[in-house]
C-alpha cells in the first residue's frame, strides 16, 4: 500500500521551485550547540557501537549516480507538503533518532552507520511533553572534495498502520567555493494521515502534520545516499 510512487514524488519536488524550503544560512551560527559529522568511509568498521561526534556511513553505496539527485549547489531542504507515504523505504545507511529521557544533551550510542544503522539519541527536555514537537534548529552542510552528493531523506513510522511517511529530504552537492548552511527543521515535522485500507488514501479529516517524535510513530530515522561525500557537518542548536 502508498500513496503514489514515493520516488516519484520526491523528484517531483524537486522539480517545483516553490517545494524549496528557507535557503542556506550564510551567516554565522552561534550559541549552545552539538555539532557531528557525517563521514564518507571507504569500508566497513566491523560494527562499532562506540560513541564520539562522527557518523560513519558508506562512502559509496548507490550503483549509479542516477540514484541520486544532484543538480543543486549546496546544501538544499526539500519539505513534505502532503502525506506521502510507502510500505518500504530503498535501501540506505540509516541513522536513528531516538528519545532519552536521562539525557543531559545529544548523544551518539552507534557511530556506525556502515553496516546499515546508527543512532543518536535526543534528549527528551528539548521536546514538548506530548507533542514531541522540537524546540531546537538543526542545520547542515557539505565540506571536503567538490563533485560529490549525498541524499538524506527523512522518515517516521507508524507500526500500527505499517507505513514509512517521508517528511522530507536534505540534497547535498559539494560544488567549489565556500561552503552555507541549510536550515533543516522540517525534517522533524511530518504530514500524517490515517489510510484507508481498501482505497490506500487518506480518510478525510485525518490529515495532520505532527512532530516525528509523536506518539504515533515507532521510530524516526534519515535513510542516507552516499555518492563520494566524505563530510557533511550538522550542527543542532538550542
Not at 519536488?13 to 568511509?41: C, E, M, R, Y
Request: a negative charge; glycine letters at 10%.
Amino acid at each position: 500500500m502508498k500513496r503514489g510512487l514515493l520516488t516519484a514524488a520526491i523528484v517531483s519536488l524537486v522539480a517545483l521551485g516553490g517545494a524549496w524550503a528557507t535557503p542556506p544560512d550564510s551567516g554565522h551560527l552561534s550559541g549552545t550547540h552539538f555539532q557531528f559529522n557525517l563521514i564518507g568511509h571507504p569500508g566497513n568498521i566491523s560494527g562499532d557501537t562506540s560513541n564520539g561526534r562522527a557518523i560513519m556511513i558508506p562512502l559509496r553505496n548507490v550503483s549509479s549516480r542516477g540514484d541520486l539527485v544532484c543538480d543543486v549547489d549546496g546544501a538544499v531542504m526539500v519539505d513534505d507538503t502532503e502525506p506521502t507515504y510507502s510500505t518500504s523505504v530503498a535501501s540506505g545507511a540509516r541513522l536513528y533518532f531516538t528519545v532519552c529521557n536521562n539525557c543531559t544533551g545529544f548523544e551518539i550510542v552507534d557511530r556506525d552507520a556502515t553496516d546499515g544503522r546508527a543512532e543518536i539519541r535526543v534528549p527528551a527536555r528539548l521536546l514538548d511533553p506530548g507533542t514531541g514537537t522540537t524546540n531546537f534548529d538543526i542545520y547542515m552542510r557539505a565540506l571536503g572534495r567538490p563533485n560529490t552528493c549525498m541524499n538524506i531523506n527523512a522518515y517516521a513510522f507508524d507500526l500500527d498502520q505499517s507505513l514509512y511517511f517521508w517528511a522530507g529530504s536534505v540534497y547535498i552537492s559539494r560544488k567549489s567555493g565556500k561552503s552555507q548552511y541549510v536550515k533543516v527543521n522540517d525534517l522533524f515535522d511530518v504530514n500524517f494521515c490515517q489510510v484507508d485500507t481498501t482505497t490506500g488514501a487518506c480518510q478525510g479529516g485525518t490529515i495532520e502534520e505532527i512532530s516525528v517524535f509523536a506518539d504515533v510513530f515507532e521510530e524516526y530515522f534519515w535513510n542516507i545516499l552516499n555518492d563520494g561525500s566524505r563530510n557533511v557537518q550538522v550542527r543542532i542548536y538550542w
